[in-house]
């Protein structure tokens, strides 16, 4: 083996490592944060909780979409927060899943004013950063499924806030080997954009959470 190949399998190594420990890392970090439902009673002065948007389907939820906006509903019914965040992403006119969101946990019985919308929630480090410094949110409830959990509970113990986490896994999703691999990565990278605490987006003025979550309504929702 010349030199050249040497070098470059050594530096390929040491990357895989380093991507595997901060993987490792991230997920051995954040697993105490994750909630079963015998111990929600045990956390009190929740600000609210935080669903993270995923994709939607025309005007539906997709199945994932669902899963965490069911149980974030179920949080709210067992009054573990009374207030819950739906942030997501409403950056154009043709796609818009925190309205979605909205309306579906209306139609499930949670009073509009209790609902806020996100409408910047473009990634899980931005719906966090924001649920904090827009939101004022400093005790949160985390829902998504569980794979996911792991980073946006890094995300927000980087960020300064206390937060546990719900997972919302009730069935098998198609492509979940590729998602899980991806996830490595997306861990990886967040665990960089946290040290470094950039801006998202989009800030704006600050809209407390324990408010009335109606002032976060659009035209696409009554309130």
Not at 71 to 94: A, F, P, Q, T
Not at 153 to 169: H, K, M, P, Q, T
Not at 203 to 210: M, Q, R
Request: some cysteine; overall charge positive; glycine content about 8%.
């Amino acid at each position: 083996m010349n030199k050249v190949l040497k070098y470059m399998l050594i530096t390929l190594v040491t990357i895989g490592l380093i991507v595997i420990g901060i993987n490792s890392y991230v997920k051995i970090s954040t697993r105490k944060q994750i909630l079963n439902e015998k111990e929600y009673p045990k956390i009190a002065d929740v600000d609210c909780i935080l669903v993270l948007g995923a994709a939607i389907w025309g005007d539906k939820p997709s199945p994932m979409l669902e899963d965490r906006l069911l149980e974030g509903i179920n949080l709210y019914k067992k009054n573990v927060s009374n207030k819950i965040l739906m942030s997501g992403d409403h950056g154009r006119k043709g796609y818009d899943e925190v309205n979605i969101m909205k309306k579906f946990a209306i139609e499930k019985g949670v009073p509009s004013e209790d609902i806020f919308m996100d409408h910047a929630g473009f990634s899980t480090y931005e719906s966090i950063y924001r649920a904090k410094e827009i939101f004022q949110a400093k005790k949160i409830i985390i829902v998504t499924q569980e794979y996911h959990l792991h980073r946006a509970l890094y995300i927000a113990n980087r960020l300064g806030i206390e937060a546990y986490g719900v997972g919302s896994d009730p069935r098998q999703y198609v492509g979940a080997t590729a998602r899980e691999i991806r996830e490595i990565l997306a861990r990886n990278k967040d665990f960089v954009k946290s040290i470094f605490k950039p801006k998202p987006t989009y800030l704006g003025e600050k809209i407390p959470i324990n408010g009335n979550g109606d002032i976060t309504n659009d035209d696409n929702i009554g309130g």
